[in-house]
């Protein structure tokens, strides 16, 4: 009965919501490792991290990605304020970022390079990589129009594969959407063709013959899929500027040595893309392969009400990135040292000294807290993964000593007088 009870107490706790993942140590010190290794790549390429809101007014986002993408469709978490406002929790950051540099007056006859970190969130179906709250880093580059920057975006991603370990897992897909004039004639052509089998395509499809036709390259749906192969393709299209700005970068590419695959497929999920569009891809994550995707947004800030201003991005999902390196440990912080005592006294003592040495060696150290007994204690400083630990029994504290144990190599410990205390651990870490 009791049995009984508490399975049902189990059951009605309350859960994460599904989609939305926890963060524990090890994943959140890969996430931080990501993070770490980005933010010193991006400050070398001089990209400053500027901060964006999680909420945004929804029109945002309807209107820079596109109503009838399937982010804007189907995946935003939208709902109205207690003022009936309309807001949506940012689904990517570029639609903020463009609202950011137009609202500060940041982008007319100014070249930015900004990076942003944090989570987005789509209502997309969860599986192994696909979350409804993800993490992203952002970089853009706003008020350049020449194809040096969409190639140093490229270079610098590729240095953070190679920083990570992973760049032997990764390549590069790369093609060019032209201009609006292109894809719209493109559609055109899409649409002609497509026009005799409308029958045969999917609803979702069927529904982008009118809304948006070049979503229909996005289906997954295998007849849809079967009837693509035919199609005119968009390279057929490409103006001639788009054309010289694509090669322009692929000759750079070339003499960078940076290795990349032309693929006409790739389109990318959102609206605003023109020219360069590219993505880095695994095998090593089934569906969800695609690392990092991004490309020239040089309609957006316009659309936004500012002045015509060229600009290029990127994002790239830390979950994914960190299921890259899964099996590898990654070196979270350890404390350097961790003290364990017994009796009030020698606690609070421990402490004190504690803080001392935080503040004048800055070194980490772990205070044990609660009673127990000092055997436990020390197996407790064992698994800590410190390289010391401080000993303060009632034997130190009557002598005014303190007893150091090294935790790593041959264990031994030495008794040294209070005083001399910050002088030893300073001479043991030099
Ligand atoms: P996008 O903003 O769609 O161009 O996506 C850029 C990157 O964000 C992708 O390459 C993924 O690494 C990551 N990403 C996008 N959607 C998700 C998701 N639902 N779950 C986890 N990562 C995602």
Redesign the pocket.
């Known amino acids: 009965m009791i049995h009984l009870l508490s399975l049902k107490l189990v059951s009605n706790s309350i859960k994460a919501v599904r989609g939305m993942q926890d963060l524990l140590p090890d994943k959140k010190a890969r996430f931080r490792y990501i993070e770490d290794e980005a933010r010193a790549i991006l400050a070398s390429y001089g990209f400053q991290e500027v901060g964006l809101p999680i909420l945004e007014s929804t029109s945002l986002f309807s209107r820079l990605v596109g109503g009838t993408t399937d ?1 804007v469709e189907k995946e935003m978490y939208t709902f109205n304020d207690r003022n009936e406002d309309s807001l949506t929790m940012r ?2 950051g570029t639609a903020g970022l463009v609202r950011l540099v137009n609202e500060h007056g940041l982008a007319f006859n100014q070249t930015q390079k900004y990076w942003y970190t944090g989570p ?1 969130f ?1 209502y ?1 179906r969860p599986q192994k ?4 709250q ?1 993490d ?1 880093i952002g970089v853009e580059c706003i008020g350049l129009a020449g194809p040096d920057v969409d190639a140093e975006l490229l270079l610098l991603s590729a240095r953070l594969w190679d920083q990570l370990g992973i760049a032997s897992q990764v390549s590069l897909e790369l093609n060019t959407v032209g201009n609006a004039e292109s894809r719209q004639a493109f559609c055109a052509g899409l649409v002609a063709y497509l026009t005799p089998h409308f029958d045969d395509l999917d609803a979702d499809s069927q529904r982008r013959m009118t809304t948006n036709p070049m979503r229909i390259l996005d289906t997954k749906v295998p007849k849809t899929r079967e009837l693509l192969v035919d199609a005119p393709a968009l390279a057929d299209y490409i103006d001639d500027e788009s054309r010289q700005h694509f090669d322009g970068l692929c000759a750079i590419l070339d003499a960078a040595g940076l290795a990349y695959e032309v693929n006409p497929q790739i389109v ?3 609206d605003y893309y023109n020219r360069t569009v590219f ?2 891809v695994t095998t090593e994550l089934g569906a ?1 392969g ?5 490309g020239r947004y040089d309609g957006l800030v316009e659309q936004l009400g500012g002045k015509p201003t060229p600009c290029v991005g ?4 830390l ?3 960190a299921l890259m390196f899964e099996d590898q440990p990654v070196s979270s912080k350890i404390v350097d040292i961790y003290g364990v005592s017994v009796g009030d006294v020698a606690r609070t003592k421990l402490m004190v000294l504690a803080e001392a040495v935080r503040s004048n060696l800055g070194l980490a150290v772990e205070v044990h807290h609660g009673a127990g007994k000092l055997k436990a204690q020390m197996k407790k400083a064992d698994g800590s993964g410190a390289q010391l630990a401080l000993i303060l029994g009632e034997d130190e504290i009557n002598q005014r000593e303190i007893t150091v144990k090294a935790l790593r190599g041959d264990g031994g410990q030495v008794r040294i007088p209070e005083g001399e205390a910050l002088a030893y651990l300073q001479s043991q870490f030099a």
Do not use: H, V
């Not at 990127?314 to 999902?317: M, S, Y």
């Open positions: 982010i689904p990517e987005m789509r997309e990589g696909r979350y409804r993800f992203q990318r999920g959102l993505e880095w969800q695609t690392l990092c995707g991004g990127f994002a790239l999902g979950d994914r990135l």
